[in-house]
């Protein structure tokens, strides 16, 4: 068991990005498990949806984390408040389109949709989700960086990083007329398409 252990963490040292992987692994589909358990439109927990989190978080996005970690830190160096501040912006200008495109386009392809649906989704639901991570990890980056001690700052990002795929989760559950009317997309007359059905209004309400 000590020897198992050892090679382990000797193979996490030595290509870190099995760390990235092993974390994603379990934290995105622990945060589908919980938001399917909050989720009141729910009839019965989707193991098979977990599972697909687990491949997307493991497969896909923990590598594609993993490049965007290194390359922004050849473009920002420094550990400050101030190069966290920056990194944190450039972050949500470069990296955060294509990490919420990768999501959408990827859960719908694993769920087996036809691809004018996947990418319905994503058109529908990319510039909301956008608007909101705009709003939640620089505000999250410099809390982390300015307040807590260098030491607890990986757990911050992972608590972060926990809530956050809930809340992607949550997105991608609900078709766009069923999400709350600050979550959907805006058409060319600047308002939320409407179905016009009152039970559908309704639904936002028991959501979480």
Same mark, same amino acid.
Request: with cysteine; charged share 20%; proline share 6%.
């Given at each position: 068991?000590?020897?198992?252990?050892?090679?382990?963490?000797?193979?996490?040292?030595?290509?870190?990005? !099995?760390?990235?992987?092993?974390?994603?692994?379990?934290?995105? =589909? #622990?945060?589908? %498990?919980?938001?399917?358990?909050? @989720?009141?439109?729910?009839?019965?927990? @989707?193991?098979?949806?977990?599972?697909?989190? !687990?491949?997307?978080?493991? %497969?896909?996005?923990?590598?594609?984390?993993?490049?965007?970690?290194?390359?922004?830190?050849?473009?920002?160096?420094?550990?400050?408040?101030?190069?966290?501040?920056?990194?944190?912006?450039?972050?949500?200008?470069? %990296?955060?389109?294509?990490?919420?495109?990768?999501?959408?386009?990827?859960?719908?392809?694993?769920?087996?949709? =036809?691809? =004018?649906?996947?990418?319905?989704?994503?058109? @529908?639901?990319?510039?909301?989700?956008?608007?909101? #991570?705009?709003?939640?990890?620089?505000?999250?980056?410099?809390?982390?960086? #300015?307040?807590?001690?260098?030491?607890?700052?990986?757990?911050?990002?992972?608590? #972060?990083?926990?809530?956050?795929?809930?809340?992607?989760?949550?997105?991608?559950?609900?078709?766009?007329?069923?999400?709350?009317?600050?979550?959907?997309?805006?058409?060319?007359?600047?308002?939320?398409?409407?179905?016009?059905?009152?039970?559908?209004?309704? !639904?936002?309400?028991?959501?979480?």
């Amino acid at each position: 068991m000590a020897y198992i252990i050892r090679a382990v963490k000797n193979a996490t040292e030595k290509y870190p990005i !099995l760390r990235g992987m092993a974390t994603y692994s379990v934290l995105w =589909p #622990a945060s589908n %498990f919980l938001q399917q358990s909050l @989720d009141k439109t729910r009839e019965k927990f @989707d193991p098979v949806e977990s599972l697909r989190y !687990l491949f997307l978080g493991s %497969f896909v996005t923990a590598p594609t984390v993993y490049v965007w970690v290194k390359l922004a830190s050849k473009i920002i160096k420094g550990t400050s408040l101030k190069h966290a501040v920056m990194k944190a912006g450039l972050e949500q200008v470069l %990296f955060a389109p294509v990490g919420q495109t990768q999501f959408y386009l990827g859960i719908t392809l694993l769920e087996g949709r =036809p691809w =004018p649906e996947c990418v319905k989704e994503w058109k @529908d639901k990319l510039i909301p989700t956008w608007k909101v #991570a705009v709003c939640f990890w620089p505000v999250v980056q410099t809390i982390n960086f #300015a307040y807590v001690p260098e030491k607890n700052r990986v757990v911050v990002v992972s608590i #972060a990083s926990f809530i956050w795929t809930m809340f992607l989760s949550y997105m991608h559950h609900f078709d766009q007329e069923r999400l709350p009317q600050f979550l959907r997309r805006m058409d060319q007359s600047g308002e939320a398409p409407t179905t016009g059905e009152s039970d559908k209004v309704e !639904l936002s309400k028991d959501m979480l």
